[in-house]
Structure formats: structure tokens, C-alpha cells
């Protein structure tokens, strides 16, 4: 039997609300978000480096949890790539080493992981702990809107969301001392690049419905059992599709982190479990399903509130 493999630390750094009338779109594009079925009001916009944001993240975490620099077995760096720019280079690399004093740590970049990141790097970060190759391991996800870039994503289709700019870390370890939640069953994580040339609805929903029900299954949680429901923050109407598709009622989801940050792209699932635990709503005991999904991506994971 495998260890129970356990998650604290979360800490969440994002930028100044900006409201979404400052985002280049269409006028049309902005009433629909705006719109009370979507609930986007404002995007975290950083102007500065995204290192600040890192740093700050990774500093609240290990604090948080009670673990020193040296005390960690390796750091997987999550982001999407598109917008990473220079940070997975070795120079960033070797500076973010120095800032944090693990220059001695291995990092690990989880790439092709896109907002599905948090699960394709909390399945690395479980089987590495569960097996005792690097314990504890910090998992941080990171990514930020460039000039290259604009907030307004898949505008003109029915599936349009703003992005934000955020930094987020956990720490995931074999040790329960000053960790919050103990991870049920399996983080299940699948890819299907296929989906990228030939995209269809119907697989998807399919998808993702299996794949939130192997998820209860493996941790033995029925979903109507599930007190809340974690997902990326898209829009209002994203969320109530995916608890359609996962069998929870939409009144569990988590959804008021959306109108402050928009879609941070892998660091959603972290900004609102986060948010549940600064507003003391997950009580010890209870249960949250994470999930989250990309362009041909999708992962899930159940976890339990500790009574600490």
C-alpha cells in the first residue's frame, strides 16, 4: 500500500485587479463576459517581473508549512510556455536557486501541461514522494500575460475567457506536520493530443466525465458526498458545465476567485483551494474535488481537510 501522500503550504501571488474594460476585445466580447450567466469582472494584471511573484509564492509556502530551503527533495516548475519567455532558461534557473538557497535542489520543468499543469505536476510531485525519491517536493506554478500577448482568448468561439497573471506553490509531502490536506487515491492526469487537430465537444465531455468519475472512484467518494468543487477559473458558465459533467451540484463549486483574477492559467486550482482555507470554509473532514483542463489536457484529484 502506498503512503498517504499530503499537501500545505498553498500559497497564491497574484497582481492588481484590473478591470476587463482595459482588455483589447470587441464590445460585444465584453458584454458577454460581463454577463451575469459568465461573472468575469477583473483580470490580475503584474507589471512587473514574474519573478517577484515566484519568489514571494515559494517564500509563503515553505513558511507555511514549516520547511526550510534545504529540507526539499526537488521543485517542479509548472507553466504553460507560451508566455514563460525566459524563465525556464538556465540563467533564471540559477538565479531563482540563489534567491531561494536551494541552489543544490534539482528542478524539474512539467511542460506541454498547459492549464491542466497543476495536475500533470501533482502526479509527478505524489509519485515522487510516495516513492521516496524526493521528499518533500514543491510544486509552483507560474505564467503571465506578455505584451505579446493579449488577456482575451478564443474570442469570435463559444468558448472566450479572460487570462491573469498569478504565481502559486504547495508543498507536497509524506509528513502530515503543518500540511492541510491528505491527497485520496490517485491524481489522475490524461493527455490526448489528438484533440488539438481534431476537436470535438462531444469526446471531451466524455472525457472529462470519466475522468472525474475514475477520480471518485479510486478515492471512494461518492461525487454527491464531495463538499467543494474546485476548477479553472474560466466563466460562470464553464463551471456549471463541469459540474453537470462531475454530478456536483453547482452551489459547491468555487467560483468567487473568478470575477477578482479571471483564468490564471495553471495556478486556478491553487488561487481557490486557497481561497477556501483564508475563508475558513473547508472544515476539517470535509472533502474538495480539484479538476482542470486545457486544450487537450485534463487532470483531477480529491483531497481531505486535516483537522489542523
Known amino acids: 500500500m502506498n503512503p498517504t501522500v499530503y499537501l500545505g503550504g498553498i500559497a497564491c501571488e497574484t497582481g492588481q485587479a484590473v478591470d476587463i474594460e482595459a482588455a483589447q476585445m470587441a464590445p460585444q466580447t465584453r458584454a458577454l463576459l460581463q454577463s451575469e450567466a459568465n461573472g468575469v469582472r477583473c483580470f490580475s494584471h503584474h507589471p512587473g517581473q514574474h519573478w517577484e511573484l515566484v519568489t514571494r509564492a515559494v517564500t509563503r509556502a515553505l513558511a507555511d508549512s514549516g520547511r526550510q530551503p534545504g529540507d526539499i527533495g526537488a521543485v517542479l516548475l509548472v507553466s504553460g510556455l507560451l508566455d514563460a519567455q525566459n524563465n525556464l532558461e538556465a540563467l533564471w534557473l540559477a538565479e531563482l536557486g540563489r534567491t531561494l538557497r536551494m ?51 478564443g474570442e469570435g468561439s463559444d468558448f472566450v475567457y479572460v487570462t491573469g497573471d498569478a504565481a502559486a506553490a504547495c508543498v507536497v509531502s509524506r509528513q502530515p506536520a503543518q500540511m492541510q490536506y491528505a491527497l ?125
Not at 207 to 216: E, G, N, P, R, Y
Not at 237 to 247: M, V
Not at 286 to 305: K, M, N, W
Open 184 to 308: 485520496r487515491g490517485k491524481v489522475q492526469y490524461s493527455a490526448n493530443t489528438e484533440q488539438i487537430e481534431h476537436f470535438s465537444n462531444d469526446t471531451d465531455m466524455r472525457s472529462i466525465a470519466a475522468l472525474i468519475k475514475q477520480t471518485c472512484q479510486h478515492a471512494e467518494i461518492a461525487p454527491r458526498t464531495v463538499q467543494h468543487f474546485i476548477c479553472n477559473n474560466y466563466t460562470l458558465e464553464a463551471t456549471r458545465l463541469f459540474c453537470q459533467l462531475a454530478g456536483i451540484s453547482f452551489s459547491k463549486a468555487v467560483t468567487a476567485p473568478l470575477a477578482r483574477h479571471a483564468h490564471c492559467f495553471s495556478a486556478d486550482n491553487l488561487i481557490n483551494l486557497g481561497h477556501l482555507h483564508a475563508e475558513g470554509a473547508l472544515q476539517p473532514g470535509e472533502h474538495a474535488l480539484l479538476f482542470s483542463t486545457g486544450p487537450f489536457q485534463l487532470g483531477a484529484c480529491l483531497v481531505t481537510r486535516l483537522a489542523c
Open 103 to 153: 541552489q543544490t535542489v534539482p528542478f524539474y520543468a512539467v511542460g506541454l501541461a498547459g492549464c491542466a499543469g497543476f495536475h500533470a505536476g501533482l502526479k509527478m510531485a505524489a509519485a515522487l514522494t510516495a516513492s521516496g525519491e524526493a521528499e518533500p517536493v514543491l510544486l509552483v506554478t507560474f505564467d503571465q500575460a506578455g505584451d505579446a500577448l493579449q488577456r482575451v482568448y
